[in-house]
């Protein structure tokens, strides 16, 4: 069991590597080994935490080299956490994507799914990686099956693809050009081996540029305001099958890492702290309100969904400008709350759009007659978005602001509240339209045969699943939290 | 006055030089309105960054790290971790690039051109 | 609050209502009518007998409850049952009951849609109230208020029409709003204070927060309050709900939804920052010269409504300003008649939108200057309506008669000569916008013009007028009758001020 | 507008640039921190603990094989998008045509033999550039060379024997469904190593873990020469993929075929 954390990415790995070799043999066969695979490293990653509480962080070096030498995977209690919030929703997502590759040919079908299990495997391994340019690899291979799975949406999507690409290297351009700069200061890749070296030298000016890079190069990827402009139309023009994947997982792994460089990395002694958590904290105020607002004008379900992820991701961005223990564990629990909000919302969204093949506000009228189970995903995930108790947007919302007021930044509280009135507004829209609005004339695109009444059980299952994730995170959330704060204690403010 | 100038520009003027680089390629991006083009630029950003690295690797009067029997002492050979590194960094260019022009082929099919205005224009009659 | 009894009776209560609204939600499309109201009904008898078996408990001033579990780190999910949570349980649980009765026949009555999504929400509000009701602190006390707020939109929204969903969009403006600031006051309270549990007369000391922050706070947190309560310029959502079914109006403004808002200022200035703290910020006086304004204004507006559920709309935002205004004159007898006015003002009004309600379904008429000798046809009803209306001016041996005397003696112990003045101007003024109504019913005259023939509503909505009506006649001759309300009241008001019985 | 905030971008680029270059390493400085704190190590041990004169090699497929492993996992996620992208359903009027060959057998009745003739000179160079590609992949861990370049020239090889002469029927025919399956297959082969460590009790890609009866540092050699085998066959076959992609094209939901 000493290999755990490598298990959990070669799982992925291994079937997606197979994947097209098996397609070969049987359309499907392929599809059903990364299904395995990805279930396999769920189960494998609730072990990892369980014994991540019990026995302290992993270290676990491959090649067996000393620390600073071979590449370290480094778990500890925030990501494993976090890696079995990825595996689960790559499981829930690569379920519902079943329905959606009906038409493709063995290629396609065994391609699609190789991009699927290699994006939850680059996110899994942003996570848990220890080193820096381990996780530049696995950043670059999260954008690659990204691109590949945008561009797969349509026509739209492969322009949508190509921009996202064009940013999305210009991050990871950054990205190096900033571990560049650490490299020359400390001449280490390890981040630990980063930490202590940094600790000791006097390389303010050198932290301060490294830093600026490696901000606009996650901001990015994790499309924080001003560098949000890619994400609308990448998260609307995806492959509905991953865009649940995409949109829910993919904007939190980078801002784990920026979490990574900030506390882990750089530390509180680091003299600009205060300067780079302002910044931060500016733009995530900026981002939150600009989500919102532009969110509202939308007509598109998959726009509305999309910007306000500009708007979430800014409360996760928040909780790092805090920088309190309890904001911190505020965001993470945001993250993790907000992976199964924005998952499930677009699970929802693809539900709809597979019976009825539309993703237009306006033909969502009363829908909640035919999908109930769909709406109220809708109607929880939406809640859980502006923050009513007792779904876990209401609670990671408290721990922000209780971390806001402990250190008494109390403007931040109010751009929270702020913030959760406009979220108010678009998503009591979407609850109008869906229970309120008059009924269209809709067709379904599949007949409502025996046994399928709303959507087929591979749908079903993510919708169902979703909706418990956000009420049970809800109300366990202190358990979540005392998971997080074993390891939060040594690196907050 | 000048040999100042002279050794700013021997220890450090490459990097000058490929931030340089770096800059032209960024401002390349923003400012053409040609997908064929971005992508060149992004792609001068990328080798511009590759070189950076490299700068870290050299070591006056060292050769390149090949073991040799005469050549014990690690001052005299240069750096073999950013040239490794590079050669992942340059692996994962070459995959952006053809997946990007992959990307542009299908973009110059479905729309007809690479300007960025032909595709906005594009754009509307998709959903 | 510290408990001196294990009781999971609290918990049992807020989870009967809790399912019964998701089984009639899941099942209630796929299952006669008949089971459907079946379900409602076998919950809120278990319910109304669970809270009244804790009565004695409470009048022996013991702190029943439990922890449920942490709900969020440092604060848990706490039940307990104190004297001032157990009027407003009493009134909400007894009246469940009578308003489903009524609902059912109401709603077969009027051929309504979406029933299902009616009784599933209905139910959920009371999950939310008994909630309210029982919360040891503050954070379990909103999550409640939350909860409540969104399960009433689909009540709003019933009819699902263009005038329905404008009002459901006024009304989730207001209360979202108010409650976000509701959320952050509570947020800084918390890192000032540290702590959340509801003491009578409260833990914030004068020191705690510095001043102009205390005031923020002290405005924040009772916001919410008051915009549930209607309190005057954050009021424009109640009349505007009124578009919802009469027996939604019934329990927006008499059960849950209005009293929430008043139970929160209670709780709120009563058992958190405590009268000594409340006088000390000035919070105090903003509030009651608020209430003071709205019970003068709204008062005169309600004059001036011919709709008769429009009328109604504006005497309950004056007469929740009554239980405000009680709140805010911090004193014991103030506290106790607010206190007791809550179980009043349910019963009174309740009865007039019930009687709205019946005189809609039968003859289709919304507006008083169409009703002119309908008391030929229903005089039961119009009889109920006559004794809730001599109840809400304040009439001797009724039951809003008690609670007032209580807050007028309350003022006049503070020394508050221009409240004792407001309250029984209003009284007066209660009397000229209600008794038209039945002067106008009972004209001899038109007798047999409009109203040819005796036809009251039908039995279901019937019967809980007239128990209702009763109960209002009642409490009023005998304040303690059955449940010791007025018994809790006094309870309730002398703990929070530190005197013993 | 356009033009002139960017370029405002690019002083401010170069203005903090000038910052930068106070505290970047001279050139060429021997004792600057990224020459000395890893490196030392790497230099000094690469040869007695990996077995692998090339210190280059050493690292990336020694120290760091892990990073290398996800490498050619990005060559393959290449190939295969490439494939996804721009494969199957081609649309005649788009598809890529090679320019056919004129056969220019005689002018004036005469052979020409101004040019090269490859039909001939083809055949007779692909298998030497092969045999280079071995050699490079045998002796990576010696001198320079190693995976990628030798599969580089592999794939070399099919791209000149179908580019050049299209008409012909090449050696080995590998459509793309096959070869974006052999591109998995080669880094699974290096993956493969690596759980065969596993599998000797030692930690992932812990060479010296292998089970076969060698000595330490033959089976860091023989650890190497696997992963590199595993390297060249998924380069080879990307390359291969890109081509297959570009030759064919893609049918999309939306297209109007």
């Known amino acids: ?493 | 006055m000048m040999t100042q100038i002279e050794t700013i520009l021997a220890g450090k003027g490459i990097y000058f030089l490929t931030l340089l680089l770096l800059t032209l390629g960024l401002y390349g991006i923003i400012v053409s309105r040609n997908y064929m083009k971005k992508l060149i630029c992004m792609n001068i950003m990328q080798v511009a960054v590759i070189f950076f690295f490299l700068c870290f690797a050299q070591k006056n009067s060292g050769t390149i790290p090949v073991a040799m029997k005469h050549i014990v002492h690690a001052v005299e050979y240069i750096n073999p971790l950013p040239h490794g590194l590079m050669l992942t960094a340059i692996v994962v260019s070459l995959g952006t690039t053809g997946v990007g022009l992959a990307l542009l082929t299908r973009i110059k099919e479905k729309y007809g051109s690479i300007e960025e205005k032909d595709i906005i224009e594009g754009e509307k009659q998709f959903r | 609050m510290i408990l001196t009894a294990l009781d999971y009776r609290p918990g049992i209560i807020v989870l009967l209502p809790l399912i019964a609204s998701c089984l009639i939600y899941v099942l209630g499309e796929h299952i006669l009518p008949n089971y459907r109201e079946a379900i409602t009904f076998a919950a809120a008898f278990p319910m109304a007998a669970l809270v009244y078996s804790m009565i004695p408990a409470a009048l022996a001033g013991k702190e029943i409850g439990f922890t449920l579990l942490e709900i969020v780190k440092g604060v848990p999910l706490q039940f307990s049952v104190d004297a001032a949570g157990m009027i407003f349980a009493c009134v909400a649980s007894t009246l469940w009951i009578v308003t489903s009765c009524y609902s059912i026949g109401y709603m077969r009555g009027h051929g309504e849609k979406n029933q299902t999504g009616y009784y599933s929400a209905f139910a959920m509000c009371l999950t939310a109230t008994m909630g309210l009701c029982f919360s040891a602190n503050l954070l379990t006390f909103f999550i409640f208020f939350e909860v409540l707020t969104v399960a009433t939109y689909p009540l709003v929204v019933h009819y699902r029409d263009e005038e329905g969903t404008r009002s459901g969009r006024k009304y989730l403006a207001y209360t979202l709003i108010s409650g976000q600031l509701f959320f952050a006051g509570i947020v800084i309270l918390y890192s000032f204070t540290g702590r959340m549990d509801f003491v009578p007369g409260g833990f914030v000391n004068t020191g705690d927060i510095p001043m102009p922050w205390m005031l923020a706070v002290f405005i924040l947190m009772i916001g919410a309050g008051i915009v549930k309560a209607g309190v005057m310029p954050l009021h424009s959502w109640l009349p505007a709900a009124m578009v919802a079914p009469t027996p939604v109006s019934a329990l927006l403004h008499a059960v849950a939804v209005v009293k929430a808002g008043a139970f929160c200022t209670l709780r709120v200035v009563l058992y958190v920052f405590g009268p000594e703290a409340a006088r000390f910020c000035h919070g105090s006086e903003i509030l009651a010269w608020m209430a003071v304004a709205t019970i003068l204004i709204s008062s005169l507006i309600a004059i001036r409504k011919d709709n008769l559920k429009a009328r109604l709309a504006f005497s309950t935002v004056g007469q929740l300003s009554y239980i405000i205004l009680g709140i805010a004159i911090l004193s014991p007898f103030a506290a106790t008649g607010a206190l007791y006015h809550i179980v009043a003002h349910a019963f009174m009004k309740i009865t007039l939108f019930m009687c709205a309600g019946a005189i809609f379904v039968t003859t289709h008429r919304k507006n008083i200057s169409e009703m002119i000798g309908i008391g030929r046809q229903m005089p039961v009803t119009m009889t109920c309506f006559t004794l809730a209306s001599l109840a809400v001016a304040g009439f001797p041996f009724f039951v809003g008669f008690t609670s007032k005397a209580n807050i007028i003696m309350g003022a006049i112990s503070m020394g508050q000569p221009f409240f004792v003045a407001t309250l029984i101007v209003s009284a007066l003024l209660a009397l000229t916008y209600l008794m038209p109504v039945v002067l106008l019913a009972f004209k001899r005259d038109f007798y047999n013009s409009q109203f040819p023939v005796k036809k009251e509503a039908n039995l279901p909505m019937l019967i809980p007028i007239m128990i209702t009506a009763a109960c209002s006649l009642i409490l009023g001759v005998m304040p303690n009758f059955g449940l010791h309300l007025y018994g809790l009241a006094a309870m309730a008001g002398n703990a929070i001020f530190g005197l013993s019985l | 507008m356009r033009k002139v905030l960017p370029l405002i971008l690019i002083v401010i680029c170069l203005g903090a640039s000038f910052v930068t270059l106070d505290f970047l390493p001279e050139i060429g400085d021997p004792s600057s921190k990224p020459n000395t704190h890893t490196t030392d190590y790497y230099i000094e041990h690469a040869t007695t603990e990996t077995n692998a004169a090339n210190m280059v090699t050493a690292v990336i497929v020694d120290y760091r094989a892990f990073d290398t492993m996800y490498e050619t996992t990005v060559m393959f996620i290449a190939g295969v998008a490439v494939v996804l992208i721009l494969a199957s359903h081609p649309e005649r009027k788009n598809r890529i045509r090679f320019r056919k060959v004129r056969k220019k057998e005689s002018r004036d009745g005469k052979p020409v033999y101004r040019t090269i003739n490859k039909e001939v000179v083809i055949p007779l160079i692909e298998p030497m550039i092969m045999l280079y590609a071995i050699y490079v992949l045998f002796h990576g861990e010696i001198s320079l060379g190693g995976g990628f370049q030798a599969g580089a020239l592999l794939g070399m090889t099919y791209i000149l024997d179908v580019m050049v002469i299209p008409e012909r029927d090449s050696l080995i025919r590998l459509p793309k469904d096959k070869s974006t399956a052999l591109g998995g297959i080669g880094t699974f082969i290096y993956v493969l190593t690596g759980i065969l460590c596993m599998a000797g009790g030692g930690v992932f890609l812990e060479y010296e873990k292998l089970p076969i009866p060698m000595h330490a540092l033959e089976k860091h050699s023989t650890g190497m020469l696997l992963v590199e085998v595993g390297v060249a066959i998924c380069v080879m076959a990307t390359i291969i993929t890109i081509l297959n992609g570009i030759m064919e094209r893609v049918h999309f939901d939306d297209d109007t075929d």
């Open chain 1, 1 to 493: 069991m000493k290999n755990l954390p490598a298990y959990i990415v070669l799982l992925p790995l291994c079937s997606a590597l197979l994947s097209l070799a098996l397609s070969k043999i049987h359309k499907h066969l392929g599809r059903d080994v990364v299904f395995g695979a990805l279930v396999g490293s769920l189960v494998l990653s609730v072990v990892q935490l369980v014994r991540v509480i019990q026995n302290g962080p992993i270290h676990y070096i491959f090649g067996g080299y000393k620390i600073p030498y071979g590449i370290e995977f480094s778990v500890d209690t925030i990501n494993a956490v976090i890696v079995i919030m990825v595996c689960m929703l790559g499981v829930l997502s690569c379920m519902f994507a079943f329905n959606f590759d009906k038409n493709g040919d063995a290629l396609q079908v065994g391609g699609a799914y190789t991009m699927h299990a290699l994006l939850v495997l680059g996110m899994v391994g942003m996570t848990m990686t220890g080193d820096v340019f381990n996780l530049y690899v696995f950043l670059e291979i999260t954008s690659l099956t990204a691109y590949c799975l945008i561009a797969m949406g349509g026509s739209r999507g492969i322009v949508s693809a190509f921009r996202y690409l064009l940013v999305g290297t210009v991050a990871a351009t950054f990205y190096l050009l900033g571990v560049g700069i650490l490299y020359s200061v400390t001449g280490t890749l390890n981040m630990s081996d980063m930490a202590a070296c940094l600790k000791q030298g006097n390389n303010d000016s050198a932290m301060l540029m490294a830093m600026m890079f490696l901000i606009s190069a996650f901001g990015i990827k994790m499309a924080l305001f001003p560098f949000h402009g890619w994400q609308p139309s990448a998260y609307t023009h995806a492959h509905t099958g991953a865009r649940p994947l995409i949109a829910g997982a993919m904007g939190k792994i980078p801002a784990y890492a920026m979490f990574r460089y900030l506390y882990c990395i750089y530390g509180k002694d680091f003299k600009y702290f205060r300067y780079v958590l302002l910044i931060i904290g500016v733009i995530s105020v900026c981002g939150m309100i600009y989500g919102s607002v532009r969110a509202m004008a939308q007509k598109d379900i998959r726009k509305v969904l999309a910007y306000s992820s500009v708007a979430q991701i800014g409360y996760i961005s928040l909780g790092f400008a805090i920088g309190s223990p309890l904001a911190l564990a505020g965001a993470f629990l945001h993250m993790l709350g907000h992976a199964f909000m924005k998952g499930g919302l677009f699970f929802a969204a693809g539900a709809i759009s597979w019976k009825y093949g539309t993703f237009d506000l306006n033909d969502f009228g009363r829908i909640y007659k035919r999908m109930p189970f769909t709406a109220g995903l809708l109607t929880v995930g939406a809640l859980s978005m502006i923050g009513i108790p007792p779904t876990v947007g209401f609670f990671s919302k408290w721990y922000l602001a209780c971390g806001a007021a402990q250190t008494h930044e109390y403007v931040y509280i109010f751009v929270l509240v702020l913030s959760s009135l406009l979220n108010a507004v678009y998503f009591f829209k979407v609850i109008e339209k869906v229970f309120v609005q008059a009924d269209k004339n809709r067709k379904p695109l599949h007949p409502e045969g025996k046994g399928v009444t709303e959507a087929p059980i591979t749908i079903m299952i993510p919708v169902v699943t979703c909706i418990l994730m956000i009420l049970l995170l809800g109300v366990f959330n202190v358990k979540v939290i005392d998971i997080l704060l074993i390891s939060l204690k040594g690196v907050a403010l």
